[in-house]
C-alpha cells in the first residue's frame, strides 16, 4: 500500500513539473508576430515600422535616382542646344594711324564663321541622344539594384525579428523549466542532471538571442543604408508578401530575355556613347570652312569691303587620336557586357534554381520535419509527465523542435526573397517578345 501510493505521488508531482515546465510551448506557437524589438539596441532618435511594399517605395526614391533622373532632364534642354558649328563667330577688329603722307585713322573689322565638312551637327546630336539613353538604362539598373537590396535586408529583418521573439519565448519557457526542476531536485524527482540540462539550455538560448540580435541588426542597417534613413531605427511590419510561383513559360521568358538586363542594356548603352563621342570627335577635327568678310579703311577716306575664305586643315591626327581613344573605351564596355551576359544568364538559372529549391524546403519544413518534431516533443512530455522518461529527453526534444521552428522562419524568408527576386527581374526585362 505504501509503494503503490508512493508511486502515485510520484506520478502526480512529475505531472505537475511536466505542467509547469512546459505550459509556455503552447503560447509561443500561437504568437505570429514578436512583442519586443529589443528597445536597448534601439536609441536612436525614432523608430519607424515599414510594410515590404513601402519599403520598395522608398528604395526607388533614393537621391542617386533623383540625381539621374534630373541628369535626364539636363540632357534632353542640351539636345534643343546642339548646332553643326565647330567653332563660335569670329570677330577681329585692328585700329591704328596711318602716319606718310598724312595722318589719319586706319582700321578693319573682320567676321568669320567656319563650318564643318563631317556632319557635325549629326554627330553633336547622336552624342547626346547617346548618352541621355545610356543614363535612362544606368537609372533603370540603379532602381532595380535598389528594390533588390530592399526587399531582401526586409525579408532578413522579419526573419531576424520573429525568430529573436521566438527564442525569447523559449527562453521563458526554459527559465520556468529550470525552476521546476530545482524544486524536482529538492522533492527527490528529478535528478541533477535534469538541473544542469535545463541550466545549459537557458544559457545556449541567451548565445542564440546574442547572435540573432546582430543579424537582426545588420539586417537593419543594410535597410536603412538602402532606404537612405538618418537617425530612424527601422523594423518590419505585417507579414511576409505572398507571391505566386512563376509558371512555366514565364520560368523560359526570363532566360530568353536575359540580355535586356538592365546592368547589360546600360553597359551596351555606354558603349554606344563612347562610338558617338568618338564620331564627334572625328567630325569636330575634320577639315573646316571658314566664310567671312572684311571690312578694312584703307585710306583717309575709303572703304574697302572684302570677302574671307579661310581652311583649317586636320595636320595634327588630334580628332583620330581622340577617336581611337573613345572607341577603345567602347571595345571595352562591349567586352565588360560579353562577359556579364554570360554571368547573368547563370545567375538567371540560379534565380530558377532557387524557386524550386526554396519551395521544396520549405515544404519539407513547414509541412513535415516541424510537425514530426512537434509529436516528438509532446509524446516526450507525455512520457515524462507519466514517468516514463526523463527530463534530459525532454530537453533534447524541445532543442529540435526549436531548432525546426526557427529553420521554418529562415526557409519562409528563403522562398519569399527567391520569388520576389523573379518578379523584380521579370518586370524589369519587360514584356516577353511574341
Known amino acids: 500500500m505504501h509503494a503503490q501510493w508512493t508511486y502515485a505521488r510520484g506520478v502526480v508531482i512529475r505531472a505537475l513539473l511536466a505542467i509547469s515546465v512546459f505550459a509556455v510551448c503552447a503560447q509561443a506557437h500561437a504568437q505570429d508576430r514578436p512583442q519586443d524589438i529589443d528597445e536597448a539596441a534601439h536609441e536612436r532618435a525614432t ?105 531582401a535586408a526586409w525579408i532578413r529583418l522579419w526573419v531576424a525579428e520573429h525568430e529573436l521573439a521566438l527564442l525569447r519565448e523559449e527562453l521563458v519557457a526554459a527559465q520556468r523549466a529550470m525552476a521546476s526542476a530545482e524544486r524536482g531536485l529538492d522533492l527527490g524527482e528529478l535528478l541533477r542532471a535534469d538541473v544542469l540540462d535545463a541550466t545549459s539550455y537557458c544559457e545556449e538560448l541567451r548565445v542564440m538571442i546574442l547572435d540573432t540580435e546582430a543579424s537582426r541588426t545588420h539586417a537593419q542597417h543594410d535597410l536603412e543604408r538602402v532606404l537612405e534613413t538618418e537617425d530612424v531605427a527601422l523594423t518590419t511590419a505585417g ?29 551596351v548603352a555606354g558603349a ?11 567630325a569636330q577635327n575634320a577639315m573646316r570652312i571658314g566664310l567671312g568678310a ?8 575709303g572703304i574697302a569691303v572684302l570677302a574671307a575664305l579661310a581652311f583649317t586643315f586636320p595636320t595634327t591626327g588630334r580628332g583620330a587620336r581622340e577617336s581611337a581613344m573613345l572607341n577603345a573605351e567602347a571595345d571595352a564596355a562591349l567586352g565588360r557586357a560579353e562577359t556579364r551576359a554570360r554571368q547573368r544568364a547563370v545567375d538567371f538559372e540560379e534565380v530558377l534554381h532557387e524557386l524550386d529549391h526554396s519551395a521544396l524546403t520549405r515544404a519539407q519544413v513547414a509541412e513535415r520535419w516541424v510537425p514530426a518534431l512537434a509529436l516528438e516533443l509532446a509524446e516526450r512530455e507525455r512520457l515524462f509527465a ?21 529553420r521554418e522562419l529562415a526557409v519562409h524568408g528563403d522562398e519569399t526573397l527567391a520569388r520576389q527576386i523573379f518578379i523584380e527581374l521579370d518586370g524589369a526585362l519587360g514584356a516577353p517578345s511574341q
Not at 272 to 282: I, L, S, V
Request: glycine letters at 6%.
Open 47 to 151: 523608430t519607424h515600422a515599414l510594410r515590404f511594399d513601402e519599403a520598395l517605395d522608398v528604395a526607388t526614391d533614393s537621391r542617386e535616382i533623383a540625381g539621374l533622373a534630373q541628369s535626364q532632364s539636363r540632357l534632353r534642354v542640351a539636345r534643343d542646344h546642339t548646332n553643326a558649328l565647330p567653332d563660335d563667330l569670329q570677330v577681329s577688329v585692328e585700329a591704328g594711324a596711318q602716319l606718310l603722307p598724312s595722318t589719319a585713322f586706319q582700321g578693319r573689322i573682320g567676321v568669320l564663321q567656319h563650318f564643318s565638312t563631317r556632319g557635325l551637327g549629326d554627330a553633336h546630336r547622336s552624342v547626346v541622344d547617346s548618352e541621355s539613353m545610356a543614363r535612362a538604362q544606368e537609372l533603370a539598373f540603379v532602381r532595380l539594384n535598389q528594390r533588390l537590396r530592399a526587399g
Open 386 to 406: 507519466a514517468g516514463e522518461s526523463t527530463m534530459l529527453e525532454v530537453f533534447r526534444a524541445r532543442r529540435a523542435s526549436l531548432t525546426g521552428r526557427v
Open 239 to 267: 507579414d511576409l508578401p505572398q507571391r505566386p510561383m512563376p509558371d512555366s513559360e514565364a520560368r523560359q521568358a526570363l532566360v530568353a530575355r536575359v540580355r535586356r538586363d538592365p546592368e547589360l542594356v546600360a553597359l
Open 294 to 301: 572684311i571690312v578694312d579703311r584703307t585710306t583717309p577716306s
Open 272 to 282: 554606344t556613347a563612347f562610338r558617338a563621342r568618338a564620331e564627334q570627335a572625328t
